[in-house]
């Protein structure tokens, strides 16, 4: 073994003459090492039995969670989830006491629904699957570093896909809009970031079909006010507003019937915008300036 060390690390390095005095590996001893390399799907389950094991350190709970999500950043490995029947005990994980370990799960579950509808399918496919991130973003205990990560996993799980939205809609998803907002109050990093999940989330609302219930919704929790007031406040951030024009203008691309008041506070931002247009995306700005025309 010692002597196929050696082989390795002169390959790696690329140096002649220690490849040479290396020589050639014993191959029984390189199969006997090759056949040691543990598979992705041996490790998606020992990673996620370790997180599920309450007998373990937090921090190595941690670190199962932290390596299962890298290793279902390959698609194949997403949506293999299903079929190893993983999802029923990441689902469960939803409930551990511990934060962090809430956290990790949400941030798996939107990493494994990203841009992948396969998984978007066998996610919403358990009754508990959209329910549960809502529930953790309206629960007033929660803490704002878990419903990031929740608001990721909504956002994910609805884009594009319109069953993720439906059971977004059938379980009071809209509601998030109205109650989660009015917790970014105080100028935080988290708060900041909880913003900017809550606008990827109103883009992913906007990405399926569109019609006079969704327009309804809009209207009824105030969604433009909410925007157009946290596009105020956060006026310095271009990211920021380049995002809130961008919603704005999905709507107008729907045909969304703006009312006079919705028009109003977009005229507002418009106006404190005046000194940093120059910066914005001008495709979505002109668009949304055509509403005050």
Not at 65 to 72: A, Q, R, S, T, V
Not at 80 to 101: F, G
Not at 189 to 211: D, E, G, H, P, V
Not at 238 to 265: A, M, P, V
Request: aromatic letters at 6%; proline letters at 2%.
């Amino acid at each position: 073994m010692e002597k196929l060390l050696q082989w390795s690390i002169a390959n790696t390095q690329g140096d002649a003459q220690a490849k040479e005095r290396a020589g050639n590996p014993d191959p029984n001893a390189l199969a006997q090492l090759l056949g040691n390399v543990v598979d992705d799907v041996t490790l998606m389950r020992e990673n996620l039995k370790n997180a599920s094991n309450p007998e373990l350190s937090l921090e190595n709970r941690e670190i199962s969670l932290d390596n299962f999500e890298m290793l279902i950043e390959n698609l194949d490995n997403a949506n293999n989830i299903q079929n190893l029947k993983l999802w029923d005990p990441l689902l469960n994980l939803l409930n551990a006491k511990e934060p962090s370990i809430r956290s990790l799960v949400c941030s798996i579950i939107g990493t494994a629904v990203q841009n992948n509808p396969k998984s978007q399918k066998n996610f919403t496919s358990y009754d508990n699957s959209i329910k549960k991130l809502i529930q953790i973003s309206l629960d007033k205990s929660e803490q704002t570093s878990v419903k990031i990560k929740a608001l990721y996993a909504l956002s994910n799980s609805c884009r594009n896909f319109e069953k993720g939205y439906e059971l977004f809609e059938a379980e009071n998803g809209w509601l998030i809009v109205s109650d989660l907002i009015f917790e970014t109050g105080k100028n935080n990093l988290l708060n900041y970031k909880l913003q900017l999940r809550f606008l990827s989330l109103l883009s992913s609302l906007l990405s399926t079909a569109f019609n006079k219930k969704k327009e309804n919704f809009i209207q009824n929790e105030k969604v433009i006010q909410i925007l157009t007031k946290l596009a105020t406040q956060n006026i310095e951030k271009i990211s920021f507003i380049d995002n809130s024009l961008n919603i704005i203008g999905q709507l107008i691309s729907h045909n969304y019937n703006f009312n006079d008041q919705e028009k109003s506070h977009i005229i507002t931002l418009l106006e404190n915008l005046d000194n940093v247009k120059n910066e914005l995306s001008k495709e979505d700005y002109k668009l949304v300036q055509s509403l005050t025309v």
